[in-house]
């Protein structure tokens, strides 16, 4: 191989902007770069330039990195390949063995990185080239050995870093991420002690928010010392690591291995994760601080993440709750008619031993039941006196327009089926299915009675609210064929807790 072709590179992905920063800085470096958008690029360059080794992306239109891979160790395997990719997995990991792949980068890359890589794999390849032309099978079989070796603490190493990403993915509240933070620590860098403390700013101060054994590592009336030196890490905007005491003012003496790594969300300091080796003749390692980071950086975006949905699930709750709203607004007679009806739903659901989970679905359900009605006319809709048949075909178009409304945001299906079936009759002569018995969800069952019970408990446009007994007395002679028995039974046993009406909706 000539000296120019030592320098000349090959670098596959679909991502414009990495090709591009990868150019500049390897051709400032002084060496040739060539790039392409897939393997099909890459394959015409190959048959066309001497290349001294490849980077390449996995996930890739029309051939991607693996299918390049096997096509290089297929046509020349002294060209050494280097694979890159976001979503480490064993599967391409094992791929890329079985495919005589030398080197795996996680990217985000390190430029830096991809040269010392290119440098030691170039070092390497040379060595692979004079064995064989040597023919000195024993080196070549070491050498093999050894890069084998390698690449499986490569595996070894994505293994860990993919659980650390699945655990996170799978977390649904900050205080469940900050417990798997300390988890976390103490299951892969093995550590004795994790701490993990939020920085409260206006205080210069750390509180700690979950702790393996916060005692045993920091004395509670010394943190404010402490604090100084997380607040110093955070300036440096960079992990800290201490192989014994030194004399770190607040820590005890029994720590031998001490590291602190700041976790910041946009850019701005959230709080710090500590870690201890206590009695201990083994020290924290670079690769113990690697992995600690790669935690709480994948702890910071998932804080972030959570922080986020229930941002827009408000916004969604309450723009949902502005609907009712109006529509409430445009019949008076129906004002908090939706939010009686739901705490109805909620006590009566109770009784039957529903779940809180259960119950919270009922409590979304039952506040935006009528929301259908806002694609309702008002001339029907507030119509004073008997519908016609027709008028009462459109007023039974609401549940489905409510569901339509809710499955929109693609967030409450379970919400949506409920809502849908709250005027389906036990008997089947509902709508706008025709469900009947256990075919309809317990939920709009439950929700059936409770509308029925604050429709006729209240003024409306076309009559006076019933009283008592004559609501009591209906409800009861509809059991088993509009209403399920079994919810009549237990709103029976609450419809005291409930009435007088007015006091119920003055307290909703």
């Known amino acids: 191989m000539t000296d120019n072709s030592r320098n000349t590179i090959l670098v596959v992905d679909d991502e414009e902007g990495i090709l591009d920063i990868t150019e500049e800085y390897f051709e400032r470096k002084g060496y040739q770069v060539y790039t392409a958008k897939n393997g099909i690029e890459a394959i015409k360059i190959i048959k066309s330039v001497k290349i001294a080794c490849c980077f390449t992306d996995i996930n890739m239109p029309e051939m991607d990195g693996l299918e390049l891979a096997e096509y290089i160790r297929n046509v020349d395997n002294t060209l050494p390949v280097i694979i890159m990719t976001g979503y480490p997995s064993l599967e391409n990991t094992i791929r890329t063995l079985k495919n005589g792949v030398v080197d795996y980068l996680v990217k985000p890359v390190n430029l830096e990185q991809m040269e010392l890589s290119f440098t030691r794999v170039m ?4 060595l692979f080239v004079e064995n ?5 099978e024993i080196a070549r079989r070491e050498r093999l050995a050894a890069l084998n070796n390698e690449l499986l603490v490569r595996v070894d190493e994505l293994n860990v870093l993919n659980r650390i990403m699945e655990d996170f993915s799978l977390s649904d509240s900050t205080h469940g991420i900050f417990n798997r933070v300390v988890e976390l620590g103490m299951e892969v860098i093995k550590a004795d002690v994790v701490n993990f403390y939020i920085n409260a700013e206006h205080e210069s101060s750390f509180i700690p928010i979950a702790s393996t054994d916060f005692s045993k590592t920091v004395s509670e009336d010394l943190l404010p010392e402490l604090s100084q030196f997380f607040l110093d890490v955070i300036a440096d905007d960079k992990p800290c690591l201490i192989s014994k005491n030194c004399g770190i003012a607040g ?7 001490f590291m602190v790594v700041p976790v910041k969300i946009r850019e701005k300091a959230f709080g710090v994760v500590t870690a201890y080796n206590i009695d201990r003749s083994n020290q924290f390692t670079d690769k113990d601080i690697y992995y600690m980071s790669f935690i709480t950086q994948k702890a910071a975006s998932a804080i972030e993440n959570i922080a986020l949905y229930e941002n827009i699930y408000d916004n969604l709750f309450s723009t949902l709750y502005a609907f009712v709203a109006a529509l409430e607004a445009r019949d008076s007679y129906t004002r908090k008619h939706s939010t009686r009806v739901a705490d109805v739903s909620c006590i009566v659901g109770k009784t039957m031993g529903c779940s809180e989970e259960e119950l919270d679905v009922l409590s979304f359900a039952g506040q935006l039941h009528d929301i259908g009605k806002i ?3 008002d001339d029907i809709l507030l119509k004073p006196g008997r519908l016609t048949d027709d008028e009462f075909e459109k007023i039974k178009e609401h549940p489905t327009i409510g569901a339509d409304i809710v499955g929109k945001l693609g967030l409450w299906d379970r919400e949506q089926n409920i809502i849908r079936h709250h005027h389906e009759y036990f008997d089947g002569r509902g709508y706008p299915d025709g469900l009947k018995g256990d075919e309809i969800p317990k939920l709009s069952r439950i929700l059936a ?5 604050d429709a006729m408990a209240s003024d409306r446009a076309y009559r006076k609210k019933m009283d008592k007994e004559k609501v009591i007395a209906i409800i009861k002679e509809c059991s088993g064929t509009q209403f399920d028995s079994e919810v009549v039974d237990a709103f029976l046993t609450i419809v005291d807790d409930v009435w007088p009406h007015d006091s119920l909706k003055e307290t909703m």
């Not at 070092?123 to 040379?126: A, T």
């Not at 064989?132 to 000195?136: K, R, S």
């Open 251 to 257: 820590l005890a003496e029994n720590v031998k291995s």
């Open 132 to 136: 064989i032309i040597l023919h000195e």
């Open 375 to 377: 694609g309702i006319r």
């Open 449 to 453: 009675v409770a509308d029925a019970f």
């Open 123 to 126: 070092r390497e390849r040379g």
